[in-house]
């Protein structure tokens, strides 16, 4: 029997697991430790560990991201969060120039373990700043390793590959999934987990496949359920960089169709890197173009607006429907 965790229950309990692991893991942001965070996914961190490992910080994202840098260098693993995704930008210089270059400038003789959480993407009624989808930053970006998670399962086992890794990771998570519930089981050997860079099939099908991540896996699946008329099979991409083509391709040459669905604006979105790479690899077995369900181009709407903005169940089943078309 596993427990019965949200989202970010999982997070803080991976959290917790890699700090008793390794002493030289530091949580670290804006109102983390006392508050346990504002949406308290560290809660209960200061306490056991104490402020020497859970550092409430300035009102300064370039200084959490640059301080966390010189930790790294200096031996330690901290993970730090970006409150809302849309304050990450002050930090931008210290991620894009020094924290996704330092190993390749240092020829390898320095490693980044740098974890980066951000609650990312809509649906929870906030205004612009704290309802973005910035993860096309990041996956342009050589250098960083990039992941949404969409269950709890993932998100406990993800944030602790995400602590032990040597490169940094950006760790995106979708604020309004974090307190849906399913079993997680704690007690597999971490070695066990599934790797954190494989996209998974959470639904097989055989007529259209349908990739999705974070926030949009649950609507994805939400349309195969819906569609009477067409078997869909749903795919957890998980890692946005690296992406896991080949899990990608093995579906797509099989169904012969590809939707790719995201909260993230369509134009310069992940999902026109993988239509162009799906269609490069798998030309010949296409019977449709790659559909891409996405957020308008337009900056994020007040918050009356939003549930137009985000794409939803009847925009996925219509890109499902378009892909048939043809």
Request: hydrophobic letters at 40%; a negative charge; proline letters at 6%.
């Amino acid at each position: 029997m596993g427990t019965n965790l949200t989202i970010g229950k999982a997070i803080n309990a991976g959290l917790r697991a890699s700090m008793e692991h390794d002493p030289k893991v530091l949580v670290m942001g804006e109102d983390v430790g006392r508050l346990g965070g504002v949406f308290r996914v560290t809660d209960g961190l200061y306490k056991d560990f104490g402020a020497d490992r859970v550092i409430d910080t300035p009102l300064a994202e370039s200084g959490i991201v640059g301080t966390a840098i010189g930790l790294a260098m200096r031996g330690y693993r901290p993970v730090v969060e970006i409150q809302f995704d849309g304050f990450f930008f002050p930090a931008a210089n210290q991620t894009f120039t020094q924290l996704a270059k330092m190993r390749r400038r240092s020829a390898g003789k320095l490693s980044m373990p740098v974890v980066m959480r951000i609650p990312y993407g809509g649906g929870i009624g906030a205004v612009e700043h704290h309802s973005e989808s910035p993860e096309a930053y990041f996956i342009h970006t050589s250098g960083l390793r990039v992941v949404s998670v969409a269950n709890p399962e993932d998100a406990y086992w993800m944030i602790q590959q995400a602590v032990r890794s040597d490169d940094p990771v950006i760790f995106l998570e979708p604020k309004r999934r974090y307190y849906e519930k399913s079993e997680v089981d704690t007690e597999i050997p971490f070695a066990e987990a599934a790797p954190m860079g494989a996209a998974r099939v959470v639904r097989p099908g055989t007529d259209v496949t349908l990739l999705a991540y974070g926030p949009m896996v649950k609507t994805a699946l939400q349309a195969a359920e819906a569609d009477d008329e067409h078997s869909i099979e749903v795919i957890d991409l998980r890692s946005l960089s690296p992406v896991d083509y080949p899990t990608i391709v093995e579906s797509v040459r099989r169904t012969g169709r590809l939707v790719v669905a995201h909260e993230a604006v369509l134009t310069g979105g992940p999902g026109a890197e993988i239509a162009a790479r799906v269609t490069e690899e798998c030309f010949y077995h296409l019977e449709s173009p790659v559909i891409r369900v996405a957020a308008f181009d337009t900056p994020y709407p007040q918050s009356r607006l939003e549930e137009y903005y985000l794409p939803d169940l009847d925009r996925v089943l219509d890109g499902v429907d378009r892909a048939f078309a043809y």
